[in-house]
Every structure is written in structure tokens, then in C-alpha cells.
């Protein structure tokens, strides 16, 4: 995007990297993870108003510590160093380092020094975040202590006329008392940004870029009706209209009526090219007497790849592919550690898009994180049933039915699931769980109804909160509402006696079952 200050984050592999860049653009300026041994040159080429190095579990003594290229100090770029980023300004320009045995970990109290530059406008003490152990015993030449804690007489460091700040602590984190503020300092009154990157501005730019970049070509864009897909295409189709063409494939193991509704929002109401490739057939046959979990996973990928080939090949002069890819996707495959900033699973993409459609790439969602995405759609009109949706996985109902998919089953599991999501919804808690759903066990239990004995299916009932799905906690559910979902699923659904609810966490379990 033209016009636009940039702060770059250089990544240390905090598992608070994500979260700074997030609140930088939650200021309004835009931000970019990169790597932490990005050469100078490149930072050049970048042009950023302003480089944070954000934290990292090393110490900076650490046989492999990485530290980032000495040429960057050169570039008179003001510059934010947070945690092990402040030690690595201290070792950098000549001060020490040193193990603590008073190791701080969590709240502290933070006394300012001195209010100016990134402390400006903030009271003489506040409550701040702290996960180190390692403090500054000496400071380098040329910098002086800003702030200190009770146990650390060095909290924050500052070299005024160079604009080199360093902090302790995580500003990043709510848990630290206007720790938004200290940012937005650095940014404002520090780096000198403006607070200009805005969602509609953001889309706007790239509206125009696609058109220009597609010109009078064709698009390709596979829809499954999830956040991503649906954002992407709903943006490819601002900038080039008819000329975008979706791909939804019905792999028959959907939710109840999914189909129908992805079909109603898109083509229906939004007037999408939607091709509807029915594939349930081709995806049932191939998991015949298919078990295993991993297998499930790739045949359905692999049938995928094939059926959204021969539906594209049918789209006269494709040249690009649309896709919803995210920032967090982009971050974790240039994470130079591989360390736990890189928190997305790429373990569930098995299969993919075929690699042999040589067409060339549009992923306008590549510069944003998820919460920027919805608020794209809502710019785009997009409803909040696509917007909220709670996550689906791509194997859909064939990971949530234990042991072998069949139509009858998945029959059963969509009348379960229907009723889950019912019920869920009427209680006004679909968006405040991360997922809801059922799961088909492979066994059969006693049961009574009326007078006879029944002999019939199991179904486990999954609800979970989550931020992002890598960790989670099941929902403890009023009693009211268990029984609500037993009763309808017992009562509604042929086929099924009796529901149990997941009660574990993850870890160590995960959130499906399979
Ligand atoms: P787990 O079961 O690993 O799930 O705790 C974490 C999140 O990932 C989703 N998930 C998948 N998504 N393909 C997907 O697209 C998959 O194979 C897959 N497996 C799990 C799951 O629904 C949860 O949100």
C-alpha cells in the first residue's frame, strides 16, 4: 500500500511477536514480521519509519543467541527493543548482560525514571508484564535507565538523540497498565508515524491493485464458505466482477445444508460465478473401508486437488488462482526460528490446491490477521453468518465420524450436528465458543425407549473456547443446555441412544477426535 508508515518487527520468536504487530496496527500504523537477520539492505528497501525487536526465549550469551545484523544499527533508524530485544541493545552497543537470580516473571510494578519519549504522558508507576530472567548490569555508552522495579534497577533504557528505547517488559500484553500507550508513543512521538492505515483505505488499495495486476484475465478461486475464502473472493470480485470464478466443491461431507446456504450468500444474493462441483460420490467411494485418521486427511485432499483441477480447467483463459491466505500463514514460513511465534499448524494442510495449475497467485489477504479479515468482510457486506462462522475443518464430517464414513452415517451425524449448532445458537452462546459440534463413535450402547430394548449409536458432543485453536478448554455448559441437546439428539435423531459430553482440555487431547 502506497502512503503508509511502516513499523518492522524483527522476530525473535517471542510468543509475543504476533501480538505486537497486532497492536501497532491496532494504532493504525501498518507492521511487518520479519525475520531477525534481515540485512540492512533490505530494511532500506522497506523504508520503515521505525524496527522493534521483539522478544525471544535466548539469552543473549547463548552459543546460537541470534542476534540480528550489526549494520542495521547504522541505518539511524529509531529503534524499540522489548525483553530479550533490550538485552540485545545492551550487548550490541557495549553494555552487560547477566543471569538474575531474582528471575521476574509476571506482574511488577514499574517505576518511570524519566517520562519522556516512550513514557510520555504516563503516571510514575504502573503495573507491567515481565517473562525474563536476564537483566541489564551494565549500560552501554550513551544510553541511560529510564524506569526500574523493585528488583531491577534497570526496567528500560533510552538513548535519546539516537531513538533507541528498550523495555523490559511487554507493552504487548494487556496485563501491562498502558502498555498500548508506551507503543503508540513510539510510534507517534518517536518514529514520527501518522495513524493513516485504515481497513477501507487498505481495501480500496488493493481493490485497485488487483484490477490492475489481473487486467483482462480470468480468476479462479476456490470457495468452501469459510472467513478466508469468502473475504478473498468477495475482494477479487469488487476489482474484476464476472470475471472471477468461484469453485465450491460439494465433497459430501459437509454440515446439513451448508451447500445450500454457501450457494444462496454467493451466487444467490452477492451474484458470484459459483461452480458447484458435485463430487460426493467420488469422495464416499474413495473412503470405503477407510479407518485411519492421516488416510482420511490425504484422500480427501488429494480428491479435492483433483476435482478443483477438472473444474477449473473448464474456466476459459484462468490465469490466476485467488486464495485466502493470512499473515500468520505467510510469518510462519519465514520464522527463523521455527520457534513458538510460529504457532499455525501446517500439519492439517495435507493435500492443497494441485501444484500443476500454473496459475499464477492472488492472495490479497496475505498482509492481515484474522480479526482485520472479518473486518474487511463487514466492510464488503459480508454477513455475520459467514463472518462468526465457528471454524470448519477441511475433512469436514469424515474426521468427526470415528471409523469408517458411510452415507448412513453421516446422515446421522448431520441430524446430530444440526441440532447442536440449534441449540447452541438459541442459547446466544455460537460466538463465544471457539467450536460446537458431535462426533459418531464406532460403538453401539443399550438403551430403552418405550417399552423396547434399543441397540444403537453413541454421538459425544464437543464445545470448546479457544483463541486460536492450539490450545483449548472445553465450555462447562449450563445443565439446562446438556440436556436440552440430549434430549433433542436422543429424541430426533434415528440412530442414536445416548450422548456423552468431552470434558478435556487441549492439551493434552485436541479439539477433534480424529
Ligand atoms: P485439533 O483437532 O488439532 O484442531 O485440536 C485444531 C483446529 O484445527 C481444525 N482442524 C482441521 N482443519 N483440516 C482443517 O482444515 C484438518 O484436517 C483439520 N484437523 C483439525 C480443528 O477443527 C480445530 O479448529
Not at 520503515?48 to 526465549?57: D, F, M, Q
Not at 538513548?159 to 501491562?176: A, S
Request: aromatic share 8%; net charge positive.
Amino acid at each position: 500500500m502506497k502512503n503508509k508508515d511502516i513499523i518492522l518487527i524483527l522476530d525473535f520468536g517471542s510468543q509475543y511477536t504476533q501480538l505486537i504487530a497486532r497492536r501497532v496496527r491496532e494504532s493504525k500504523v501498518f507492521s511487518k514480521i520479519v525475520p531477525y537477520n534481515i540485512s540492512a539492505e533490505e530494511i532500506v528497501k522497506i523504508n520503515p519509519k521505525g524496527i522493534i525487536l521483539s522478544g525471544g526465549p535466548a539469552s543473549v550469551y547463548d552459543e546460537d543467541a541470534p542476534l540480528p545484523r550489526k549494520e542495521i544499527f547504522k541505518l539511524n533508524k529509531p529503534i524499540l527493543g522489548v525483553c530479550y530485544g533490550m538485552q540485545i541493545l545492551t550487548h550490541m552497543f557495549g553494555g552487560k548482560v547477566k543471569e538474575t537470580t531474582d528471575r521476574e516473571y509476571g506482574r511488577a510494578e514499574l517505576f518511570i525514571d524519566n517520562n519522556k519519549g516512550i513514557f510520555e504522558s504516563l503516571p510514575g508507576n504502573l503495573t507491567c508484564w515481565m517473562s525474563h530472567g536476564d537483566e541489564v548490569k551494565k549500560l552501554p555508552v550513551g544510553f541511560t535507565s529510564i524506569a526500574h522495579t523493585l528488583n531491577n534497577p534497570v526496567a528500560a533504557i533510552a538513548n535519546r538523540p539516537k531513538k533507541i528505547y528498550g523495555v523490559q517488559f511487554h507493552p504487548e500484553v494487556v496485563h501491562t497498565q498502558r502498555g498500548a500507550q508506551i507503543l503508540t508513543n513510539f510510534l507517534f512521538q518517536v518514529c514520527g508515524c501518522l495513524p493513516r492505515w485504515t481497513m477501507d483505505k487498505f481495501l480500496n488499495e488493493s481493490v485497485k491493485e488487483i484490477r490492475e495486476t489481473v487486467g483482462d484475465k480470468t480468476v479462479v478461486c476456490g470457495l468452501s464458505g469459510g472467513v478466508d475464502s469468502s473475504v478473498a473472493a468477495m475482494m477479487i470480485h469488487q476489482a474484476i466482477g464476472k470475471r472471477l470464478y468461484c469453485i465450491f466443491v460439494d465433497n459430501g461431507l459437509l454440515r446439513k445444508n451448508e451447500a445450500l446456504a454457501v450457494e444462496r450468500t454467493f451466487k444467490g444474493h452477492f451474484k458470484l460465478n459459483l461452480i458447484c462441483a458435485q463430487a460426493q460420490n467420488r469422495f464416499l467411494q474413495r473412503l470405503k473401508n477407510i479407518t485411519d485418521p492421516e488416510q482420511k486427511r490425504r484422500i480427501i485432499g488429494d480428491e479435492f486437488a483433483k476435482v478443483f483441477e477438472e473444474a477449473s480447467k473448464k474456466i476459459k483463459g484462468a490465469a490466476f488462482l485467488g486464495q485466502g491466505t493470512l499473515y500468520p500463514d505467510v510469518i510462519e514460513s519465514i520464522s527463523p526460528l521455527g520457534g513458538p511465534s510460529a504457532t499455525i499448524k501446517t500439519h492439517h494442510n495435507v493435500g492443497g490446491l494441485p501444484k500443476n495449475l500454473k496459475l499464477k497467485l492472488i492472495e490479497p489477504l496475505r498482509d492481515l490477521f484474522k480479526d482485520e479479515v472479518r473486518a474487511i468482510g463487514k466492510h464488503l457486506g459480508l454477513p455475520d453468518t459467514v463472518l462468526k462462522r465457528q471454524p470448519f475443518p477441511g475433512p469436514g464430517l469424515a474426521i468427526r465420524i470415528i471409523g469408517e464414513v458411510n452415507e448412513e452415517r453421516l446422515n446421522i451425524l448431520r441430524e446430530a450436528d444440526e441440532r447442536v449448532l440449534e441449540e447452541i445458537k438459541k442459547a446466544g452462546l455460537y460466538n463465544d465458543i471457539w467450536q460446537s459440534f458431535a462426533i459418531l463413535l464406532p460403538i453401539k450402547t443399550v438403551g430403552v425407549m418405550g417399552d423396547k430394548r434399543t441397540y444403537e449409536n453413541a454421538v459425544a458432543l464437543r464445545c470448546v473456547t479457544s483463541s486460536d485453536g492450539m490450545t483449548a478448554d472445553w465450555v462447562k455448559l449450563p445443565y439446562e443446555i446438556l440436556t436440552k441437546i440430549s434430549n433433542r439428539i436422543i429424541n430426533e435423531v434415528a440412530g442414536v441412544n445416548r450422548v456423552v459430553y468431552d470434558i478435556s482440555s487441549k492439551p493434552p487431547s485436541t479439539i477433534e477426535w480424529e
